[in-house]
């Protein structure tokens, strides 16, 4: 059973729109999310983070939105740019330093 | 160098061959780990090193055994795979939690391996 869930296995934007991913999680427990952007044939690249005391934080054309609640938390990007396709994988903290990721959802920003 | 480098890049590899993973941290970390990634499926968690000693071990199989010498490397040895341990093997580091803030990890590139 997936613990951290990313239901859309792609998504296409048009370039200086928003993109929004999404992930749901099912553990109470997990303490810290991120978000990892990989490009091909790379390991995958930290974006940004949250700590589950906030609901919102933002770095430059990336925010990462936190609803406890709901257990969902979603990346906005504004806005889209070319460089910006790659795939996208939710992350999510629990014991240990065990991060549990998301199987990604692919987006492709086009001109 | 600089970052986490793996080598090889690519490994294609026969049942009953021996063959090592390695990887390298040039970021002063002190937590590594290691990923496999098969197609359409999640990045899975295999071992994590804390300070050189193995906090987690995912029921990873015996097949795979790791060794972290040194807080800067990291190697996965191969034993007798299958083919269906055909994946991208990923590592990792991190700095160990500091006054409560988590910090990310940083990945490499990644083995490709395939077995025949």
């Known amino acids: 059973d997936q613990q951290v869930k990313q239901n859309s296995p792609s998504l296409s934007v048009q370039e200086g729109r928003i993109s929004i991913l999404n992930c749901d999680y099912t553990?109470?427990?997990?303490?810290?999310f991120l978000w990892y952007k990989k490009y091909p044939a790379e390991g995958p690249t930290f974006l940004i983070s949250?700590?589950?005391?906030?609901d919102k934080n933002e770095d430059g054309r990336f925010t990462v939105f936190l609803n406890k609640s709901a257990k969902h938390l979603s990346l906005h990007i504004v806005p889209s740019q070319p460089g910006d396709s790659a795939v996208y994988f939710c992350?999510?903290?629990?014991?240990?330093?065990?991060?549990?990721f998301g199987p990604g959802t692919s987006l492709s920003v086009i001109p | 160098e600089t970052g986490v480098t793996q080598t090889p890049r690519h490994l294609v590899m026969g049942m009953t061959n021996k063959k090592s993973l390695k990887c390298e941290q040039h970021?002063?970390?002190?937590?590594m780990y290691w990923y496999k990634q098969s197609a359409k499926k999640p990045l899975e968690l295999m071992f994590v090193?804390?300070?050189?000693?193995?906090?987690e071990n995912n029921s990873v199989p015996s097949r795979f055994s790791p060794e972290c010498p040194n807080s800067s490397h990291l190697f996965l040895h191969l034993h007798t795979l299958q083919p269906e341990d055909s994946a991208l093997y990923l590592c990792?580091?991190?700095?160990?939690?500091?006054?409560?803030?988590?910090?990310?990890?940083?990945f490499g590139p990644g083995t490709r391996l395939t077995v025949l």
């Open positions: 990792a580091s991190s700095q160990g939690e500091l006054a409560g803030h988590y910090n990310e990890q940083f």
């Open positions: 553990n109470s427990m997990f303490d810290y």
């Open positions: 949250i700590s589950s005391i906030k």
């Open positions: 992350a999510a903290r629990g014991l240990v330093d065990k991060v549990i």
């Open positions: 970021l002063g970390h002190n937590a």
């Open positions: 090193y804390s300070l050189e000693e193995r906090v």
